[in-house]
């Protein structure tokens, strides 16, 4: 079993950055997809960004260039850099973990953390 804790959200104004992390235990995640994902009120759940065992990463269009993923498998910790943020990155961020390659899909992911909220004000 994977056990993953969030933390680093919190309220930020438009434009500015967090670091979101995620902490792994139960297991060594260093070859497991990390996944990130978001919620935002009254939407599902959809798709950020990943990063596979061999840190390549993938991104959703909406945060390309703004947000980035990284992995430091020393500490089991996976992280989401957020810089520009908008208000519409208002979202609950989840972290998952998956044993499929670049994994996109929800439904790839049997490990989550129990979330994060970001509020980004305008």
């Known amino acids: 079993q994977v056990q993953l804790v969030e933390s680093g959200g919190g309220l930020v104004q438009a434009g500015g950055s967090l670091r979101l992390s995620c902490a792994a235990s139960g297991r060594t995640v260093s070859t497991y997809t990390m996944g990130w994902f978001r919620q935002a009120p009254g939407k599902e759940r959809e798709f950020v960004g990943c990063?596979?065992?061999?840190?390549?990463?993938y991104y959703t269009d909406s945060v390309k260039g703004r947000h980035t993923i990284s992995r430091d498998n020393t500490k089991n910790t996976v992280y989401l850099q957020m810089n520009s943020l908008k208000p519409e990155d208002t979202a609950v961020y989840y972290c998952a973990a998956s044993l499929f390659y670049g994994a996109t899909r929800l439904n790839d992911y049997p490990y989550w953390g129990q979330g994060t909220q970001v509020t980004v004000s305008s």
């Open positions: 990063i596979s065992g061999g840190s390549i990463t």
